[in-house]
């Protein structure tokens, strides 16, 4: 589906979620990725309070990580890969961007043509019984739209 010549730009976000907080690792603030095949920019950023706790709502299953603004010069499409590690039994669902549902799957990446999305980041989880502590690792893979 997608021509292997196109470089792919990643963003890895780091989250630790610990007896249901959700605490940042490692966090990308303001960061600038070039598409070199397009000439095109991706610009990502993120909004949070660094010592602050990040609640875990396990009625709803989900996570507020704070205000995330993306856009860029040109249209694109993006998808995100979720990795859990320390735990099992738990999942990352859904991802969302405001009103923006980003894919999980890299076959039907979410397409972004008003060029930005921009708006508090949700994370929606499974699980049966949530952890007490787990590392999550989100990667955002960008495409050419």
Do not use: C, H
């Amino acid at each position: 589906m997608f021509n292997d010549n196109f470089k792919t730009i990643v963003s890895m976000l780091y989250l630790i979620v610990e007896n249901f907080s959700l605490t940042l690792a490692i966090v990308v603030l303001v960061t600038s990725f070039a598409l070199s095949t397009f000439g095109a920019v991706i610009n990502i950023q993120w909004f949070y309070d660094e010592n602050q706790r990040f609640i875990f709502d396990d009625v709803n299953k989900l996570a507020t990580i704070g205000r995330i603004y993306i856009y860029s010069d040109i249209k694109f499409k993006v998808y995100a890969v979720a990795q859990i590690f320390d735990a099992t039994g738990i999942s990352v669902s859904r991802i969302r961007i405001k009103n923006d549902w980003i894919s999980l799957n890299p076959a039907y990446p979410t397409s972004v043509p008003n060029r930005w999305l921009y708006g508090d980041l949700v994370i929606y989880f499974t699980f049966t019984e949530l952890p007490d502590d787990f590392t999550l690792l989100l990667t955002f893979v960008f495409l050419p739209f």
